[in-house]
Structures are given as C-alpha cells and as structure tokens.
C-alpha cells in the first residue's frame, strides 16, 4: 500500500505546483467586509442565517453558517481553520470588492476598486443552482463612476468605490469614491443625482442619515463632513485634530459610524477613537487602541472596534475598554453585528470569526477564492 502511495508514474507537476500558488493565495487574500443576510423571521437565529463577504480578489461570496458548522469549522482552533464552500460565488469586480450592503432587505450590493457598483437580487442567489465560478447570474444594477474631463478632452480613471451606503426610503445609494467625491445614485434610474464635493484626498467610509436626510463621510484628509442631501452641501465639518481634548492627531478618518438613533457619531483614525455629539457638534470622548482602527460600529450603547490586531475590542460610551477577545485574523477590517447579538470580523487571510454574544468563537472559517489560471 505505501508503495501504491509513492507511486509517481502518474505524477502532475503542473496540477501541484497549482495546488500550492492557489493556497498561497488564500492565506494572501483579504476579506474586506462582511453582512449578514437578511432574515424575515421574527426571531432570528444565526445558525440558519447566511453572511456575504467582499474580498481583495474581486469576489462576492454567500456562505450557510449552518453548513459551516456541519462541515466542522466551528471546532477548528489555531492555524487549521477549514476551508468554507460559499452557497454563492461570483466575479464581482475587477480589482479587489471593499463592500457590501443590503439594500431593502431583496438587493444585494457590491463596490469596488473598479469604481462599480452592483447588485444583485437576494432572491435569486437564493435560487442559484451554479454557486461557484462560471454560474451564469448576472447583476440587475451595474453602475459605473464618471470619469472628469481635463485639457483637450482628456478623461480621468473611473475612480474607486471604498465604501456604500444605503437609504431606500429615497431610493438613494451612496459611494465613497477615491476622486475625494461622494456620489448619491438614483436607484430607479440608474444615474448620479447629487456630488458630494468637499474633501481634500480620497473617501474611507460613508453613512446615510436617513432620519435627517444627510451623509456623512471620512476622508485620507483627516475630516469628516456632513452633508445635506437635498443641497448637497456640506453644512458642518468634524475635524479631530482640531479638537482640544484630543491629545494625539492622525491624518486619516478610516472608519465612521452611527448609532441607531443617529445622535452619536463614532470616527476611527489611527489608533485613536472619538466620539461626538451630533446635536452639539463636540466631542465628548476619546480613546487611544492599540493599533490602527480600521472598522467600527455601535453596539447599543457600546462600541466595538477592529484594526490591525488580531482583538475585536469592546468600549463603553467613556472610552473605556470593557472587554477585549482574541479573533483569527491578524488584521481585522469588518465588523458586522447580527439582531441576535453575534458578531462576525473578517480580515487578512481571507479568515470570518464568528463570535458569540458571550464572547466565545462559535465559527472560524476561511473563504474560497476565484479560481486562477497560473502560468509556467
């Protein structure tokens, strides 16, 4: 028998050589954002729910937590963590996917390096019989970033999408693109209705209010801007660096977000946290992390937040730092927060930590990639 195993007559030089660049590039590849699918149950349970993932490859994925779980991911600890099927995988852009949201609970949505945005119907992913590279659903939404005219015509490079937001009370999709400009879509019709113009560099991150009719962004400029989405202008700008009780400035808001009741803003920037009062335009709270934030998110009346450290941290409205849980990934850019109190992180090695309300790891799972044709 272990002759029969040694045997190398029928060896494959070009199949293995494959084998190994492909798994070198998923523990290369990058989960840039995560969102659990929406559940019409009135008492949802996590287990049975679905979560989609954007990563550097390009790729829009959907994987059953419950498949998951049956395949054992849920007991893989260490570096050994198991290599998920994805119910739904497809080409979503070229150059890497950096978000996805849910628009109306039936669209689901995409953004990326190629300045697309696309989407898809949740219904039919659903229904999908050909999950993996090749099937043959197309998105229902595709649109494209303007381009800006220079001298003698010239056009400029469709600039990227970093992030999206969604308001489908007025049919309106937000994308913070790499041009330094914010772009409001019109669903129906498939065109810009509004620029956001303001921001000195590129945009990180972009939230809708839609109890106020605004937006507001975080810039590479080190500013976030509020703006009004019936004007277009920006009616007040969020400067950390300007702040008095801000002992340490940063050049880059990397991540924003709000609470439910859009009253408290949250901004992320280097490994500093600050938290702001919208009604009054001040900050009220700082925090410094131990590392670079690059994602965050409110938890009630509780922050979580993720950067590039392998620790999903937890903080009160104060600053203070309640509780800090080791995650799989050694950099953490997602975090996604389930009804049920679960939170999914996902970042560097293509890794998603699910993670229970009580703190323990309840699935651990890296995600497939595109396959690649390589080439001697």
Not at 108 to 124: A, E, V
Not at 167 to 192: H, L, N, P, R, T
Request: aromatic share 8%.
């Amino acid at each position: 028998m272990a002759v029969d195993q040694m045997d190398c007559r029928n060896w494959d030089e070009e199949l293995y050589r494959n084998a190994i660049l492909q798994a070198r590039e998923t523990l290369a590849r990058t989960v840039f954002r995560t969102a659990f699918a929406p559940n019409p149950n009135a008492n949802p349970n996590p287990n049975s729910d679905y979560i989609v993932t954007a990563s550097s490859d390009g790729s829009v994925a959907s994987y059953s937590i419950s498949s998951c779980l049956e395949m054992g991911c849920g007991n893989a600890r260490g570096q050994n963590w198991l290599l998920a099927e994805p119910e739904f995988l497809v080409q979503g852009h070229d150059g890497p996917a950096y978000d996805v949201k849910f628009y109306d609970d039936s669209l689901l949505l995409s953004c990326g390096d190629d300045g697309r945005i696309r989407g898809w119907k949740w219904q039919d992913i659903l229904g999908n019989e050909a999950p993996m590279q090749g099937g043959n659903l197309k998105p229902v939404l595709d649109l494209v970033n303007p381009q800006h005219k220079g001298p003698w015509g010239a056009l400029s490079p469709i600039p990227e999408n970093n992030a999206i937001a969604v308001d489908s009370q007025s049919g309106s999709i937000y994308a913070a693109a790499g041009d330094s400009c914010a772009y409001c879509w019109d669903v129906e019709k498939s065109k810009v209705k509004m620029v956001f113009k303001g921001h000195s560099h590129y945009l990180h991150c972009i939230v809708s209010c839609n109890l106020s009719n605004q937006v507001i962004t975080g810039s590479e400029d080190g500013t976030a801007r509020i703006w009004d989405c019936k004007s277009g202008k920006c009616i007040h700008v969020i400067d950390p660096r300007k702040d008095e009780k801000s002992k340490v400035s940063f050049p880059s808001v990397n991540c924003i977000a709000l609470d439910l009741s859009e009253s408290w803003l949250v901004c992320g920037k280097g490994r500093s946290l600050s938290l702001w009062n919208l009604a009054a335009r001040d900050c009220v709270t700082t925090a410094t992390t131990g590392a670079s934030v690059q994602d965050v998110v409110f938890d009630k009346n509780q922050i979580l937040a993720v950067g590039a450290e392998p620790l999903l941290t937890r903080l009160n409205m104060n600053g203070d730092v309640l509780s800090k849980i080791q995650c799989a990934p050694q950099s953490v850019f997602s975090i996604s927060l389930h009804p049920s109190g679960v939170t999914a992180v996902s970042g560097y090695g293509a890794l998603v930590d699910i993670i229970s309300q009580f703190g323990s790891h309840a699935c651990t799972f890296r995600c497939r990639g595109l396959q690649v044709e390589y080439s001697s």
